[in-house]
């Protein structure tokens, strides 16, 4: 079992940036060979990709929403990984959820494990 705890969200004015950080502690396999991502999930909306790396942080997946704006990386020596936010929209303004897997789908099924929640707030 791997317990995933998100830091780092909160108040940010559209246009600023903001980094978002999930650390990952468990037993079970090395974390390096996990597949991480991040979905979103706005009030009233349903959660939503944002964004994934591969294991060792070979590939990188990103959303339409977010590509040229949004960074994923991880830090394998640290068990965490890591959303740089810039140029934030007020549309970003969700709870961000990090996950643990095998890929990077795009979808919350193939997902294993997921954090808590982060929230993050674009003011206007």
């Known amino acids: 079992q791997v317990q995933l705890v998100e830091s780092g969200g909160g108040l940010v004015q559209a246009g600023g940036s903001l980094r978002i950080s999930c650390a990952a502690s468990g037993p079970g396999r090395t974390f390096s060979s996990y597949g991480l991502g991040w979905f979103r999930q706005a009030p009233g909306k349903e959660r939503e990709f944002v964004a994934a790396?591969?294991?060792?942080?070979?590939?990188?997946s990103y959303a339409d929403s977010v590509k040229g704006r949004f960074t994923i990386s991880r830090d394998d020596a640290k068990n965490t990984v890591y959303l740089q936010m810039n140029s934030l929209k007020h549309e970003d303004m969700a709870a961000y959820y990090c996950?643990?897997?095998?890929?990077?789908?795009?979808?919350?099924?193939?997902?294993?494990?997921w954090g808590q929640g982060t929230q993050v707030t674009v003011s206007s």
């Open positions: 790396i591969s294991w060792r942080g070979v590939s990188t």
């Open positions: 996950t643990a897997g095998a890929g990077l789908a795009r979808r919350e099924g193939p997902w294993n494990y």
